[in-house]
């Protein structure tokens, strides 16, 4: 089942008290913009979830991150204690799976797993090891791009992933593709290592994202290549704001 909510009980984008000095100015902004739907595609630590966070913000829209359903599903893998090795048992735990996601700050979501917020969970040793073999198997993928889609039917939502101008949102009116260079990449996400407490040096982290490149590029199944309408952004040199901005101006010329 598919559910989508936030606390306040209606949807993000709605109009509630607070809104209402606002509305006149949002409703213009969002007749100037043109892509209802914005995917945005590239490879591990390349800066996917920021871009789209901030993104969402300034366009009011929602911000899906394709990777957290992966690891909420890899979470529940891991509780229901199903082998890595059991491919039916565990597309069959996919389609048996409710998920639910709230939104809990701005633009960004929280998953909910069969009721239970699993959030605080998604960043573990044991869903990272584990979520690129969840995340490969055939039945597990046509499960959740078919949760994918099933949300973006809303509209006005910026999806990252590694296959969402390819795979999941064909026709999105904007497609992205961010780029950056491994040795960059890998600087990035050490930082982020280190600023969680976790201990890891960084050539350990270069050749993991060497590993996880090489197995994102060439899987049978969606492999990682940006879409043939997609828009390339190198993000190397540039600061946050200066690729949201880029960004923001491509969604408003569509």
């Not at 739907?37 to 969402?56: N, Q, R, Y």
């Not at 929602?62 to 597309?91: H, N, Q």
Request: with cysteine.
């Amino acid at each position: 089942m598919w559910y989508y909510v936030d606390r306040r009980g209606r949807a993000p984008g709605g109009t509630g008290r607070g809104d209402v000095d606002r509305q006149g100015d949002d409703d213009k902004m969002e007749a100037d913009l043109r892509a209802r739907l914005i995917a945005i595609d590239g490879p591990v630590a390349v800066g996917k979830s920021s871009v789209g966070t901030m993104l969402a913000g300034r366009l009011g829209y929602v911000f899906f991150d394709t990777g957290m359903i992966y690891r909420a599903f890899t979470w529940k893998v891991l509780k229901s204690g199903l082998l890595p090795t059991d491919e039916e048992a565990i597309c069959r735990l996919a389609d048996e799976t409710s998920f639910e996601f709230v939104a809990v700050q701005g633009s960004r979501l929280s998953p909910v797993i069969d009721g239970e917020d699993v959030s605080s969970g998604l960043l573990c040793p044991e869903v990272e090891e584990l979520v690129p073999v969840t995340s490969k198997l055939a039945g597990v993928r046509r499960v959740l791009v078919e949760r994918q889609r099933r949300f973006a039917e809303r509209g006005k939502v910026v999806m990252a992933g590694r296959d969402i101008g390819t795979v999941v949102l064909r026709d999105a009116e904007l497609k992205i593709f961010l780029t950056a260079s491994t040795e960059e990449r890998a600087e990035r996400r050490h930082r982020e290592l280190i600023q969680r407490g976790e201990n890891a040096s960084l050539e350990e982290v270069l050749t993991e994202l060497k590993r996880r490149d090489e197995m994102d590029m060439n899987r049978p199944i969606s492999p990682l290549r940006p879409a043939k309408d997609a828009v390339t952004v190198n993000t190397e040199g540039l600061s946050l704001d200066q690729v949201v901005d880029r960004i923001y101006a491509l969604a408003s010329d569509r």
